[in-house]
Nanobody, 116 residues
């Protein structure tokens, strides 16, 4: 059973930084895609960033230039470096991983709160 677990959320001030991590366990297969989504109270789930197995990355418009997604070589681990945080970045951040032949796997989420 593939399990996805996020870590690294917490409290930050506007302009600050946080780094999220996400790791999948329970499989020897390499994730073909790894990404981050976020959901704020009362809002729809929003795409944040993704990275494919070939290294291609793309980002949601609201985080371009501030967030960077990366992956650990040879591991099903993905990171999200979040800089210049804004109050509107406050949300639960969820990791999503794709594996060939399996439905996408979601983590439980990690809370990010940006407040002064």
């Amino acid at each position: 059973q593939v399990q996805v677990v996020e870590s690294g959320g917490g409290l930050a001030q506007p302009g600050g930084s946080l780094r999220l991590s996400c790791t999948a366990s329970g499989t020897s297969a390499s994730a073909t895609a790894m990404g981050w989504w976020r959901q704020a109270p009362g809002k729809d789930r929003e795409f944040v960033a993704r990275i494919l197995i070939n290294g291609y990355t793309d980002y949601g418009d609201s985080v371009k230039g501030r967030f960077t997604i990366s992956r650990a070589n040879g591991k099903n681990t993905v990171f999200l470096q979040m800089n210049d945080l804004k109050v509107e970045d406050t949300a639960v951040y969820l990791c999503k991983m794709g594996f060939t032949g399996l439905p996408p796997r979601w983590g439980q989420g990690t809370q990010v709160t940006v407040t002064s």
